[in-house]
Every structure is written in structure tokens, then in C-alpha cells.
């Protein structure tokens, strides 16, 4: 297989993808360390699709195990990593040295990726975009030349990351996947006849003429090190750079305040990262001769896809509750669990891993009853004090530990606190592989709206991860537009360096 015959280069691409997310899957949900992964253990379908085979060499490792040292070496030379062979050491770096001899096999027709150590990894990379580059002029007609390009780049900095001699310095298969995902978001904003997709900067830290070219291999791999984390930040900066999306409106009165109005306000943003999986909603209707005003803010795990279903159908679920209006918060709690096994039985078959925490604010007549699974927060001004009208839903905490364990779960540290050492959140809609510890059952909070609620922030953990309640509460209040407000949590959100999607509406009770 080589650059200049055989596959086109959009299937090779797919194929590296669909081989990170299956290798994903294997090291966090089911902590198996394939230890054979070569093209011959990796089958393609009449699609073209992959599917990694042939376990006989596997290892399980227990719930908070990483690493293993055998005195079997067992495996295929030429994918097995240095430290395997020379010291027995076991780990999931183990099969991303595999996976990146894999890419450059993809790439360039052979596994001999110490090509590399002849000239500087920078001119490795040239060469074999170089060669792409002769087969895209000739047969890339309906592609813009720069999407592959870019995509022929990154690939070949990654297979060459994966094959560093310290595992330390290899990336994870999740850390790939949001690479080339980051391509492929960037790809669609730009569109297909869009301009270049990576600016001059970027294209030179891969591409030096300097001084770079022809040091040695100990050089060359600091300056590879460099371009890939250059590439990632100029990517989540491109992502960022995007205006949020905001708005806003008036939705109605509320009794109890004198007729006053209710104004909200949104905004919304990636911020730093490549994929939006932040949905928020906001709706007024009528119930038995009831105006109901109700707002959400949903924030995505393992994908978009609960987020963005909870987002259609839990108010619309709500207000079908023959007791919504006599019996509001259980009619909450019931819906919330209802459609949380809706989902389930919609789409966790394609995503059994994704999930979506939930914060919800429901204002019938004059009474606010907040709702919420997860780590998505609610905070209320009320007589000038900033007060959390809900709680997160953290693993580590006492009693959400406690009723984990006792379903038969388990709760262990990997960057934080993580239920089944995957999910960062106890309580969630979907995640249906750790569904009997990752529960969707809301905690509720009600109380009467008076003249000294001043307004409502609901927001995703984006915010809260580098705000407080009480600056949060700080400065909105000087703000009167909720719109603004809104916009201006962002803005300080990501001026901290948030590394979330941030998503925020304020409600306005006068």
C-alpha cells in the first residue's frame, strides 16, 4: 500500500478514525490493553470499515490497574513497543505505539517508521506530504486540495507522536479522536470551497526550513512535540474564535411581583474545544389556563447526542404530565426519569456511552422549582446574596459514593473523580453502560418568587469550573439586559481559561 496506488485518501483517513474510536472503547470502557494490533487483527468490512480482531493476546486490567510487567514477550515485531520488549511493561501506551505504525503504514506503504531518525521529523513529515500532495493534484477533483492537506498532516504528526520511544510523550486514543474531529469541525465551518484551513503558522511549525532541518533525532522529536501541541492550540483557537450564540426576550408576568415582567437572556460557545456539546432551551406555554415559563441548559458527555435530545423532548414531556400543575415536582422527577429511558431505548444502542447532565428552571404562576441532574448549576439573587438552588452531582461525594458502591459500582481518580473510572458526573440522562449508578432521578428545589428574587443564572459546568457563585452573582448584577449578562459570564469564563463549553441564561424577575 502505498501513497501513489490502492486506497483513496478519504477511506485511509476514515479508517484511522474508526480505529482510534474503536481502541478508545477497548482502554475506558472496557480496560482491555489489545497487545497484538496489527493490520492483520484489524478487518475491513464490504464498507471499507474497520474492526479490531483477534483478543488471544489481551490483557484485562483491573478497575484502577494501568500498567503490568510480564516476563512473556509475545506480539508481532514491528508493532510491539520498546518498552514491551525490552523491560515486559504492559500499558495502554502499549497499543498506541501500535496504532501509530499502523498510520505510518497508512501513509507511506511501510511500517519503517525510522525513517524518521535518518533526517529531522520535520523533513520526514515533508516527504510524505510531498508525496500525497503529487496524487492530490492528479486525482482530487472534487475535494478542495487543503482539506486533505491538512488532514495528511496531522495524521503524520500523530503516527509519529504515537511511535516515541517514551510512552509518556504518546497521546491517548481520546486525545486523537478530538484531533482529527477538530479537523473535520473546522473542515465543515469553512466548507468545502471554502479558503485553507490551517493559516501560514501553523503550516510552518510543520514545515520549518530553519534551523530545524537535520538535527538529530532527540531535537527533532522536542520540535515534532512542539508542532503537535501548536497544531491543537491553533485549532482550539480557531474554534474559539467563533462569536457565541446569544439572545433573548421576554417571556411573561409572574403574580406575586406586582405584574412585572420576566426577561432572560442566553449565550453559548465552544470556547476552547473543537466539538459543541452544550444545547440549552428556553419556552413559554400555557397549561390548564396556566402560563408556564421553563429553561434549560444541557451539557453533552461522549458526544452531542443526549444533550441534544433531552433538549427536545423534556419540556415537551413536562407539560403532557396529567400532574404538572397539581403535583409540579413530581411531575418533574417523573419526567426526567422518563426521558431518560426514552433515550435509552432511541439511541444508546449507536452512543452507549453518552450522557447529558440537565439544570432546568420551571416557573408556574409564582412558583420556581428548580431541577437538576449532574454538574450543571442553578444559582438565584435573592435580597443581594448569591444562593445555589441546586447542588452538583460529583461522584466523590459522600452520599452519591455510597449509593454507587452499594449498586455494585466503584468510584476512582483519572484526572477526577469518575464513576467506573468514566463518567465525571453521578447523575446524568443516557450513559447506559453505567446506567445503574449513573441515575437521571432530579433533585428539586421549590420556593415562591417575592420582590426580593432579583434573577436566576443557570449554567453548564464550563463557568462554574473557574467562576463562583458569589462573582458570578457579582457581576450581573450592574447588568440590566440579560443578554449582556449572559454574554458577559461567558466572556470572563473564557478569559480564565475555561477548557468547557459554556453555555449560560440569566432570568430577570425584575
Not at 462569536?243 to 412585572?260: D, K
Amino acid at each position: 500500500m502505498t501513497e501513489s496506488c490502492g486506497l483513496e485518501w478519504h477511506k485511509r483517513f476514515e479508517i484511522i478514525r474508526r480505529i482510534c474510536f474503536g481502541l478508545h472503547y477497548l482502554h475506558k470502557e472496557c480496560n482491555i490493553v489489545h497487545l497484538d494490533l496489527t493490520p492483520q487483527n484489524i478487518l475491513l468490512d464490504d464498507n471499507m470499515l474497520p474492526k479490531i480482531a483477534d483478543f488471544g493476546m489481551s490483557r484485562l486490567f483491573g478497575q484502577q490497574q494501568s500498567r503490568v510487567i510480564t516476563q512473556n514477550r509475545l506480539g508481532t515485531l514491528g508493532y510491539m513497543a520498546p518498552e514491551y520488549i525490552d523491560n515486559g511493561l504492559i500499558s495502554f501506551k502499549s497499543d498506541i505505539f501500535s496504532l501509530g505504525v499502523i498510520i505510518i503504514e497508512l501513509l507511506i506503504g511501510s511500517r519503517d517508521y525510522r525513517q524518521s531518525s535518518e533526517a529531522s521529523f520535520e523533513h520526514f513529515i515533508e516527504n510524505v506530504f510531498q508525496k500525497w500532495r503529487n496524487r492530490f493534484e492528479k486525482t482530487s477533483k472534487y475535494t478542495p486540495f487543503e482539506i486533505y492537506s491538512q488532514q495528511v498532516h496531522t495524521c503524520t504528526a500523530i503516527g509519529l507522536r504515537c511511535v516515541d520511544s517514551d510512552p509518556n510523550k504518546r497521546p491517548s486514543a481520546w486525545d486523537i479522536i478530538e484531533m482529527l474531529n477538530a479537523i473535520e469541525s473546522e473542515n465543515r465551518r469553512s466548507g468545502v470551497n471554502g479558503g485553507p484551513l490551517v493559516d501560514e503558522a501553523v503550516s510552518n511549525s510543520f514545515f520549518s526550513n530553519g534551523k530545524g532541518s537535520g538535527q538529530g533525532n532527540s531535537n527533532g522529536a522536542e520540535q515534532l512535540s512542539t508542532s503537535f501541541a501548536n497544531l491543537k492550540e491553533k485549532i482550539m483557537q480557531l474554534a474559539a474564535s467563533c462569536e457565541p450564540i446569544s439572545g433573548g426576550g421576554c417571556t411573561g408576568f409572574f403574580s406575586s411581583c406586582n405584574g412585572v415582567l420576566l426577561f432572560y437572556g442566553y449565550a453559548s460557545t465552544p470556547a476552547k474545544r473543537a466539538l459543541m456539546e452544550d444545547f440549552y432551551d428556553t419556552q413559554i406555554d400555557s397549561v390548564d389556563g396556566v402560563t408556564v415559563q421553563m429553561f434549560g441548559v444541557y451539557d453533552g458527555h461522549g458526544g452531542a447526542i443526549a444533550a441534544e435530545y433531552v433538549k427536545e423532548h423534556l419540556f415537551s414531556n413536562l407539560i403532557k404530565h396529567p400532574e404538572f400543575i397539581t403535583d409540579t415536582k413530581a411531575a418533574i422527577s417523573e419526567t426526567y426519569n422518563h426521558t431518560d429511558s426514552e433515550f435509552l431505548k432511541a439511541d444508546s444502542l449507536q452512543a452507549p456511552m453518552a450522557g447529558s447532565t440537565a439544570v432546568t428552571a420551571i416557573i408556574v404562576g409564582d412558583r420556581l422549582l428548580v431541577a437538576n441532574v449532574g454538574d450543571s448549576r442553578a444559582i438565584i439573587c435573592k435580597g443581594g446574596q448569591a444562593i445555589a438552588v441546586s447542588r452538583d452531582h460529583k461522584p466523590d461525594q459522600t452520599d452519591e459514593r455510597q449509593r454507587i458502591e452499594d449498586a455494585g459500582g466503584f468510584v476512582m481518580w483519572d484526572g477526577t473523580w469518575r464513576v467506573g473510572g468514566l463518567v465525571p458526573v453521578s447523575r446524568a440522562f443516557g450513559n447506559k453502560l453505567l446506567k445503574q449508578y449513573v441515575l437521571a432521578d432530579p433533585e428539586v428545589k421549590e420556593e415562591v418568587l417575592d420582590s426580593s428574587h432579583e434573577f436566576l443564572i443557570l449554567a453548564s459546568h464550563g463557568l462554574w469550573d473557574v467562576v463562583t457563585n458569589e462573582e458570578a452573582v457579582e457581576m450581573v448584577k450592574p447588568i440590566q439586559d440579560a443578554e449582556s449578562a449572559a454574554k458577559r459570564l461567558l466572556q470572563e469564563a473564557y478569559k480564565r481559561e475555561t477548557s468547557e463549553n459554556t453555555t449560560v441564561i440569566i432570568v430577570r424577575f425584575r
